[in-house]
């Protein structure tokens, strides 16, 4: 895969490079090149492995995912089967307190897998592109520009709606841990 199409020249190239010594080369877990974005530009993205000090934080459901289509679908026949079979079977105070543990759980499920299919999709639709980019490299025709660029915006409206659900996300810790910087300071 390359970095850069040029249109007005049909060409492609790698202009992104990353350096890293042996220690460092030994952590990579993956190198892989970003959707291009607004531009005729792949960023190069580098997964490192780093070893990270588990935080103990409340686990809190973000609104957005109760208005999540796929979530409700996936989570909704679980909680009125829950209401259904276990209705009397106990007193109303310790059913309501089963049902709050069973609705994270099925949450969780559901956000992880809502999570995957999203990563999954962003996958698909980058091999779509790069498939759509090699035949238009090859024959340059309108349908295979108007193809390729299609399949551009689908994929920069996914990203973009992946990266302000991130957005939201990395707000949302900042806001209940704080920010990183500033604990590099306290003694």
């Known amino acids: 895969m390359y970095s850069c199409f040029s249109t007005t020249f049909k060409t492609s190239s790698r202009i992104d490079l990353a350096f890293a010594n042996a220690a460092l080369l030994a952590c990579i877990q993956e190198a892989s090149y970003l959707p291009s ?3 005729d530009h792949h960023p190069l993205k580098l997964t ?3 070893t990270r000090s588990q935080r103990k934080a409340l686990w809190r459901l973000q609104p957005h995912w109760i208005n999540n289509e796929a979530v409700h679908d996936r989570v909704s026949p679980s909680l009125q089967d829950y209401w259904v079979h276990n209705a ?9 307190d089963a049902s709050k543990a069973h609705s994270r759980g099925q949450y969780i499920s559901a956000v992880v897998a809502v999570n995957a ?5 962003v996958s698909d639709l980058q091999h779509k592109v790069e498939e759509a980019l090699n035949q238009y490299s090859a024959s340059a ?3 295979n520009f108007e193809h390729l660029s299609s399949l551009r915006r689908e994929l920069h409206l996914h990203v973009s709606d992946t990266t302000r659900l991130g ?5 949302q810790a900042y806001f209940e841990h704080g920010d990183k910087n500033s604990k590099l300071l306290r003694c």
């Open 117 to 121: 299919g999203l990563g999954d999709k």
């Open 88 to 96: 009397g079977s106990a007193s109303l105070e310790m059913t309501w």
């Open 48 to 50: 490192i492995r780093t």
């Open 141 to 143: 025709t309108v349908p």
């Open 167 to 171: 957005i939201q996300h990395s707000r």
């Open 37 to 39: 974005g607004l531009s």
